[in-house]
């Protein structure tokens, strides 16, 4: 953990973390219970990768989500309700319900799309970076992806382009070691996602994902570089996810030993430990935080519980923007 | 004013007026800066529009359209040119899964006005994949607009068309129709997309198609008003959405369909036109719908045989005439 560390990021980091692990555990209950249908692609275990790298962000910066998105939205200041709401397929979610869990947008706090095409933001990211510098906003997009996409040739093609054209985007690849049931080993011929970097012309690190702040410091560096117009960098946050790839995965491709291991590096009792070592937060006042975080996850699923479903006329409706061209 | 145009001079023409009017329109696309692009569309605007808006990308399909999407959504409107229709398939995830989507998806928080140019078409002997007409693919994706434009003053209208609309739209050029011409007004507002026009009016039968069949298609209807024949043209100019009123006030007068594409016979255009006139104007038909389209095949390269392959005026000649003798 850094050691200039304020009491006011980590009580935010903190609440952030809980909401995110809350919200996915109750998603969780929601679709054994029937609640909400489909399926979900839990974030539990890689919460401090969003919550890090937004924390380096400024609010009108831009962040690309994939499948596993919900800490994403989150993370990025989205609204707990809307996206529950999402989830159950209700009107007043983010896409009316249209979406789904793997396709909701936020742009308002600058969330730009999740996406369920394994690498399909890639390029949409370095493109949003790309009207940021042709514009002159000052902003920096950062794009989150996972190992399995890091394979796919958007990838390649996208860090390639940004490189050419410095754009301001950083890569945050989330390598939680398995796309799907396949073991990174199995699927990529370094070991090191960030070694590709050098291959573009950009910096590459490799950061542990299990540490928000160590995130955090390493995003703010790339996107420091970004808004000085030194182009991207790629990030290789070292992280795991503590449950299965979706609702029905039973996990039979890695040991139960190793998901203990992973648990034993759980960002957040490491950041409540961090907390009171530090005097930045009392036993009590960590409590209080973690029921706040937890109550604002029980009013969204009472928030999509209540609302209606979309009514039948929406359907066919907003496939089109209407009277343009 | 009215001057002579080729198509390739309408289509930069639009380009130039968006890009003067509008700051936020620029193009990307391979081998478009001092080349000019493959058929010459975007030759001298580098020079004048400078290399942030004359985006020359490397070969990397998916990244570009992706990108091109990324900066949609984030309030630019990027004109993106594709070399080849056939290299459409190295972005049809970005087309496909993501340009016609995010709108439906995010709901109207979210705009994606994309334009994707690229030429289509045979008939100059580049082989399977570089003459292609692939346009039949995007009609079964809701969610884009394509535009076919068969005239100089269409390409201008309906490009210009396509740069203004907040939706994704596919403009196909044809590779054949870059050097034709004509009178191209100078002041002519953008034209409506999906309004098909009637090129040749007729009571015998109607042949409706797109782009380049559309100068066969009148011809063909020459030789027949010779043999007495009155058929008439319809020129689709939007596949997607498809006129339908347009096509069906046709058929319910001449009570004869032929549609007519370059594209492959199986899932083609025609084929949608013909099922939506069975539909809903079955009553008002005298013989059997017909289609001629390319052979189920891949574009040969064999000058003879990619001949074969292509429909030609005789073969609509040959179709129209059957249709008659049925009667």
Redesign the interface.
Known sequence: MKSDLAAGDARRVLYQLVLIRGFEESVLKLVSDGSIRGTTHPYVGQEAVAVGACLALRADDWVISTHRGHGHLLAKGGDPNRLMAELFGKATGYGGGKGGTQHMADFAVGHLGSNGITGGGIPIGTGAALSAQMRGSGQVVVVFFGDGAANQGTFHESLNLAALWHLPVVYVCENNLYAMSTAVRDACAIEHIAERASAYGMPGVQVDGMNVFAVAAAVRTAVDRARAGRGPSLIECKTYRFLGHSKSDQRVYRSRDEESAWRARDPIPRLRATMLERGLASAAEIDAITREALAAVESAVEFARLSPFPEAQALTEGVFVEGTG | MMRELTYWQALQEALREAMTRDPTV?VMGEDIGEYGGAFGVTRGLLADFGP?RIRC??I?E???????????????R?VVEIMFMDFVTLAM??LA??AA???????????V?LVVRTPAGGGRCYGATHSQSLEAWFLHV??L?VVAPATPTDAKGLLA??I????P?LCVEHKLLYATSGTVSADAP?L??GRAAVRRAGTDVSLVTYSYYVGVALEAAEQLAIGGIAAEVIDLRTLAPLDTETVLASVRKTGRLVCIEEGTRTGGVGAEVAARVAELAYEYLDAPIRRIAAADVPVPFSPPLEQADLPTREDIVLVVRELMERA
């Open positions: 620029f942030q990308t490397p990397s998916a990244a570009i359209v992706g990108a091109a999407i990324g900066a949609a959504i984030t309030g630019m990027p995830d970005q899964n993501h989507k995010l709108r439906y998806m995010y709901g109207p928080q979210v705009r006005p809701p969610g607009k068309a396509a203004l609309d907040d939706n739209v953008a409506p997309i």
